[in-house]
């Protein structure tokens, strides 16, 4: 018997051995945990690059602004220039160097592709203490003052849903789409 063979025989006698023990013993429970509610489910938010899934909502930079300096300033200092947070503006153009000393420096404002991560990112994990405890206007505030601090967006803009989709961003084209169409549709 070749080996071939061997190994494909191998594969069908351990798939036939599983097959049997998964119907011979039930789910596993470990008490403890319990299945989400569709209230506590939607408390998560998840936007994919052209919008979908962005939350309502709505802010401006000025309140960003005030919100940063009460929420985020600790950690990300005064000019956004990072502490024990990350540095999250600058850097614009140190992704691709010949220069091997020169360190890529990676921020919302160089490396990010899509406005809706920062978002996301946002929403999901920031304040560092208290992750998740931002409204949703505080967060599209948020955001917007650090998109107009990076000068994406203009300081007397608003950001919602619709518009924080349409934000380029200065590393957008820096990555190489996915070859699935099938599987994604292509962000506008």
């Known amino acids: ?77 005064q000019k956004l220039e990072g502490g024990m947070g990350d540095k999250l503006v600058g850097g614009r153009g140190t992704l691709v160097n010949n220069d091997p000393t020169k360190k890529p420096v990676k921020t919302v404002e160089s490396y990010w592709p899509y406005a809706t991560t920062l978002f996301d990112y946002i929403k999901r994990a920031m304040p560092l203490l208290q992750p998740g405890s931002l409204s949703n206007d505080e967060v599209y505030a948020i955001s917007a003052y650090i998109l107009a601090e990076a000068k994406i967006i203009p300081q007397d803009a608003t950001l919602d849903a619709a518009s924080l989709a349409k934000v380029k961003m200065p590393n957008r084209d820096g990555f190489i789409p996915d070859p699935r169409p099938d599987k994604f549709r292509a962000a506008k």
């Open 1 to 77: 018997m070749s080996t071939k063979a061997k190994l494909l025989s191998i594969a069908a006698l351990a798939t036939a051995s599983l097959s049997v023990y998964a119907a011979d013993h039930p789910k596993t429970s470990y008490g403890f945990g319990s299945t989400p509610s569709a209230a506590e489910l939607g408390q998560f938010t998840s936007p994919l690059p052209d919008g979908r899934g962005l939350p309502p909502g709505k802010g401006t930079v000025s309140a960003g602004k005030i919100l940063y300096e009460n929420q985020c300033l600790a950690c990300h200092g």
